[in-house]
């Protein structure tokens, strides 16, 4: 009889304390803010515009699951927030990767009980020209921009569903109109907006917020990097200081975005001015894009 039991190798290991062997309970979750009570995962926010709006968030009540690809980076980043007296859990996972998608997801919920918010935000970018770009890395771009958000949303749409949540895909001033050297980078952002609209209309009635905030040039961290032609990490092209927002300006523009519940927010006068040509005068857009790229190539490349 005693044969048949499992060799002691074979079981899971005495808890050392009675503590031990409960299940990890979720943390209480702060009590005051805008969004006391509320549980977010922002992706792609070891870093830059991510990492600020996590910290918004945090500073607005809510618990948040930070997100990035490298361990180290990441961990720094959840002790910075969480030495600043905010809630937060990290995962290390790539959200090109669905089954990662779903251990992030899981997190939020082991962590803190619930989930209500998802920004997608992790994003790779590119600087070269659809003719020099090897296949892989317009794939590598594109997945990012694209897989990133659907993946991420797709494993964490039950539990936004039941908590009337809200979703909003971080994308570019670049997907209004398109931007030379940026091919793949533009048509992922712009397809967000398609998914959003659809998703939408999907969705109607469930109570889902579906959001797409579109950003326009940011201060960026000094090792931002975006792939070349041949996928190799190059610092981002230069823009003119003065026409950057800083990452907390565009962070507390995204919050505000997901309180309002807003479907569309263009971030600055650029953003706007972009949207506005493209919608009523196209070819005098092109001409301004054309004219820039004859004069001042290096502000594309
Ligand atoms: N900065 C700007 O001027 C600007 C303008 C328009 C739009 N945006 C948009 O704003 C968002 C943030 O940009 P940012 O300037 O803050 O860029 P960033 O500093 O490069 O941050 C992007 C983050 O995404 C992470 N990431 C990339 N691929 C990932 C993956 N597959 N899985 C998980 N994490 C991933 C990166 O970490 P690892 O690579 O270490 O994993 C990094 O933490 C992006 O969606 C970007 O397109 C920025």
Known sequence: MFDSQP???DLPPAPSSPAAALPQLPQPLPRTGQFAGRVAIVTGSESGIGRETARALCAAGAAVVLNGRQ??????????LAAAGYLVAACVADVTDYAACETLVATALREFGRLDILVANASISQRAYFADMQPDVFRQVLDSNVYGAVFPLKAA???LLASRGSVTFISSISALNGMPSGSAYCAGKAALTNLAHTLRLELD????????VHIGFTQNDDDKRVLDAQGQPVPIA??????QKTQAEVAAIIVKHIRRRRQRTVISALGWLIAIVHTYAPRLGDWVVLTTMRRMRNFYE
């Open 7 to 9: 060799a002691s190798a």
């Open 71 to 80: 361990a180290e980076r990441l961990e720094l980043t959840r002790q910075q």
């Open 157 to 159: 749409l039950p539990h």
């Open 205 to 212: 009635g469930t109570g889902i917020h579906f959001g797409v």
């Open 238 to 243: 230069h823009r003119p200081p003065r026409w």
